[in-house]
Antibody
């Protein structure tokens, strides 16, 4: 079970923190990702973090503005978003990988998503 | 950045097969995964590692790959298969995960 929260309406240039509460598996054993989907558009990978939290990668579109993190003691994945732009408007999904290392892998399962709207 | 190319739309009659393609230079060397996204729902993995099927996914769903093209085949399409389908792989050059643009499957 993956349950996202934290989505809301925010002004351009603002900040927001998303969370993903996880249950049903040993959280620290698996890498986790954020994937977003703008209204009416396709899927875009945003960021991944390894099971230990030591390694993270970001899409070029968010690098330097977003920070992924995890608290393995609380089974929680987070995405801190700063300097938000209208083009960041999307449903943000958290998703589990099958390995701890952030390497060749797929996304399964996905949460239901949380909507972030960046608008003045 | 690396691009995976999918047809925007595919239409098929019920009971007929549907084939959705995904093209890209790295398909021959990387594992391809496929997702189904019904309207208003989160994506669901239907094929992984080119041709494997997760538990709970009907045998009607299968994946294949040849050269620079991967194909998701749905045999005997049903109304419930109407959805958007996305291919995905990992770009080893950039350590980025890449999705195709998506294909809308319409059941006539």
């Amino acid at each position: 079970q993956l349950l996202e929260s934290g989505g809301s309406l925010v002004q351009p240039g603002g900040s927001l923190r998303l969370s993903c509460a996880v249950s049903g598996f040993t959280f620290s054993d698996f890498a986790m990702s954020w994937v977003r989907q703008a209204p009416g558009k396709g899927l875009e990978w945003v960021s991944i973090i390894s099971g230990s939290g030591a390694t993270a990668y970001y899409a070029d579109s968010v690098k330097g503005r977003f920070t992924i993190s995890r608290d393995n003691s609380k089974n929680t994945l987070s995405l801190q978003m700063t300097s938000l732009r209208p083009e960041d408007t999307a449903v943000y999904y958290c998703a589990k990988h099958r390995r701890s290392a952030p390497v060749d892998d797929y996304f399964d399962p996905w949460g239901q998503g949380t909507l972030v709207t960046v608008s003045s | 950045s690396y691009v995976l190319t999918q047809p925007p739309a595919v239409s098929v009659a019920p009971g007929k097969p549907a084939r959705i393609t995904c093209g890209g230079n790295k398909i021959g060397s990387e594992s391809v995964h496929w997702y189904q996204q019904r309207p208003g729902q989160a994506p669901v993995l239907v094929v992984f590692d080119d041709s494997d099927r997760p538990s709970g996914i009907p045998e009607r769903f299968s994946g294949s790959k040849f050269g620079k093209t991967a194909t998701l085949t749905i045999t005997r399409v049903e109304a419930g298969d109407e959805a958007d389908y996305y291919c995905q792989l990992w770009d080893t050059t950039t350590d980025h995960w890449v999705f195709g643009g998506g294909t809308k499957l319409t059941v006539l």
